[in-house]
């Protein structure tokens, strides 16, 4: 499984974002998503340059609101795609159980492949009409970072959904972090 989208460990973890090892894939799924991004937007901004028909007009306010709302999310999706969630914990040995127990809480962890020393992931190939996803984590001393995204047909990655994929790592860091608390209160006690 690890081989599906092969991560750049060194320099994920010096620039603090998910880096891919490239290959020619991974180069292809950034342009075709590109080039789609760029088709969508401009189909979608042509009315507001050409112009709405005379019955139409009244909707043309509502529809730049709904562009500029559509362009926010495409924005914000594209620059949370390869980020990292991060993490404080406490000790590298507790961190490394109480982020497989956190993860486990939000996603269903098929293929949990934590047997490099440094990465524990979880990829879920697509198959048929249901979409794939890869959680992966890196394990950083007392940091931990956290990324996951949506795979789409030949597991190639969605940017279409990262705003939600990064909001639900959040909701794991939280669960991460009520974890090592009561460990701590445990130890005090």
Known sequence: MASVLPINYQKSIAKERLIYKTNTSLIFTYLFSGFNAFVILAVLTMPVFVGFSDTLTWLQPFYI???IVFYCWAIANVVLLNSFVKIKGIHPEDNRKDIIEALSKYFVLENLDGTSAGIIRDIRLPWAFRNGRA???LLDEDM???????????ASISVYSAVFMYYKCKRVAKQFQKLQAAKVTSINN
């Open 65 to 67: 609101i709904f562009i």
């Open 135 to 137: 959680v992966t984590c």
């Open 144 to 154: 931990i970072y956290l990324n996951s995204v949506r795979l789409m047909r030949a």
